[in-house]
């Protein structure tokens, strides 16, 4: 069908699955509790800045609008990454447009988008990873619409997109650098011979320059980061792992995706558009070699459902609804059934149970309970890292309020990791007890220069092991232990607060180890 006799009426069709969408996100986000990489997303917005140790700023800058629009619960965070989520199936049924594809390929692909695991998992979380894929699929379409229409603000829109992209995950980069090797591979290859492409890029230059500035001011702590993922998370992915994860992810719209990748790939109607597979072929083999995890190529699916959609509607073009409708059904009803085990839906006793019927009864289901130590669990680790905090944040009370005023004057919390000090920061107006100190993680960026109090509120995620090495060490006085957390879900079972009185020596290891960790 000509570009400008497309049915303008397919745009209000594609409303109906972001509806739905939003939906099936309002009816969840409230259940189970804060994860605990949204707490530290949400500390952020205590402080602002132009990059973090482990995130770029954009997601601080929505945390800041969050919390002062809509306030502190779970359900507010959580109503950006909702919002998002309904602009990325926005995009994919409008790239199905661009193709040429009418209600058919718009269902598939939407649907696909719905219910596909990676991404009903992954888009309800206050997390980069939902705006990260956002800003993949904006920067696609408005290539896309380029191609289509030659109007070159879509160069410039695309530059835009690109920089905020990589202002809200690094992983931009990578997406970006596929895309031009792609383009470059292909026929499509004039579209990077236009000076107003080097206009886009200089916009994108300016839009991510204050991040750069700040990488290198602080020692460029991305690469610190890479390097601590390496060794603490990605060294239990190997390639193998990762090729069954990327097959296994999207459950039965696996087959709408590989359909829009060999559709890209051989089908004249998307000549044009064949650089996006080999864009995906390259991000898809630059994260195997890297040992990527598997979220990390969710952005570059929506695409190829997008393809797929138009590849299913062009090879049924002669076919009555009945088949059409079943074919919908098939890559759609199984992933519905798997719904409750990727968001909280259901209370969590319900889940349980899904995911013990799972354990036992579909293996090939078990990565969905395989956590990052490459163990397999009673629930999926997005869900164990829901757990426990608040239980945290009320034994961390107690030891507070066990002092007098005067000693309450002179006691400080110190938290192990970020998930404890960001749930610890969260709670603390609520229960009354100091703000958290912590060397996890962009913490160490606005911890004090040195530890002065008597009395310290110590959250140990070791097993009491650093409270043993305190004492060895002789860097305390006295301790005693408040209590654990005793969730056996929670994955932050086990951790323990305890009351410690420090001595120098405490704060002589501190201040080093401080300056340290600033300067990775």
Excluded at 265 to 292: E, K, P, T, V
Excluded at 390 to 404: F, N, P, R, T
Aim: proline share 4%; glycine share 6%.
């Amino acid at each position: 069908m000509p570009y400008k006799n497309r049915k303008p009426t397919y745009v209000y069709f594609v409303l109906i699955f972001v509806l739905i969408k939003i939906v099936l996100n309002l009816f969840a986000i409230s259940h189970f509790g804060f994860h605990r990489d949204e707490f530290l997303h949400l500390v952020l917005a205590d402080h602002m800045d132009w990059g973090y140790k482990e995130v770029p700023p954009f997601i601080a800058l929505l945390a800041k609008i969050s919390i002062t629009c809509f306030g502190n619960s779970v359900f507010a965070a959580r109503l950006f990454p909702t919002l998002f989520g309904g602009l990325i199936v926005w995009l994919t049924g409008l790239i199905v447009i661009e193709f040429g594809g009418k209600k058919f390929g718009i269902t598939v692909a939407c649907l696909s988008m719905l219910f596909a695991p990676a991404f009903v998992a992954s888009e309800y979380l206050f997390q980069p990873v939902v705006f990260d894929q956002f800003w993949w699929v904006l920067t696609v379409w408005l290539l896309i619409r380029y191609l289509n229409t030659t109007d070159v603000r879509y160069l410039y829109w695309l530059g835009a997109a690109v920089g905020l992209g990589v202002l809200t995950k690094y992983t931009m980069l990578f997406f970006t650098g596929s895309l031009i090797i792609g383009i470059l591979i292909s026929k499509q290859r004039k579209l990077l011979f236009n000076r107003h492409i080097l206009g886009a890029a200089a916009l994108t230059f300016l839009i991510v320059l204050p991040n750069l500035i700040w990488q290198l001011t602080h020692h460029m702590p991305v690469f610190t980061h890479m390097k601590a993922l390496r060794e603490q998370q990605l060294d239990y992915i190997s390639p193998t792992d990762f090729i069954k994860q990327q097959l296994l992810v999207n459950g039965v719209a696996l087959f709408v995706w590989l359909n829009g990748l060999v559709f890209l790939i051989f089908s004249f109607r998307l000549r044009n558009f064949q650089f996006l597979a080999l864009a995906y072929a390259l991000i898809f083999l630059f994260l195997l070699l890297m040992d990527g995890k598997s979220y990390y190529l969710f952005g570059a699916y929506p695409m190829l459902f997008a393809a797929g959609g138009f590849g299913f509607e062009r090879l049924l073009k002669a076919n009555g609804y009945p088949l059409r409708i079943a074919l919908a059904l098939v890559f759609t009803l199984p992933n519905i059934l798997l719904l409750p085990m990727l968001l909280p839906v259901l209370p969590l006793n319900q889940t349980l149970n899904f995911f013990s019927f799972a354990d036992k009864h579909m293996p090939a289901l078990r990565f969905l309970m395989t956590w990052e130590d490459g163990k397999t669990h009673a629930t999926s680790q997005d869900y164990a890292d829901m757990l426990g905090w608040e239980d945290m944040a009320v034994l961390v009370a107690k030891a507070y309020q066990s002092l007098s005023p005067t000693d309450q004057k002179q006691t400080i919390v110190y938290a192990d990791n970020y998930g404890e000090a960001g749930a610890l920061h969260h709670y603390r107006k609520q229960y009354g007890y100091p703000e958290v100190i912590s060397l996890n993680s962009s913490f160490t960026l606005w911890a004090p220069d040195s530890l002065k109090c008597r009395y310290m509120i110590y959250v140990d995620d070791n097993g009491g092991e650093n409270i043993r090495q305190f004492v060895a060490g002789k860097m305390i006085d006295s301790y005693h232990k408040i209590g654990e957390v005793t969730n056996p879900l929670a994955r932050e079972k086990g951790t323990a607060v305890f009351m410690i009185m420090p001595n120098q020596r405490l704060n002589e290891r501190y201040s080093p180890e401080l300056a340290k960790k600033r300067l990775e």
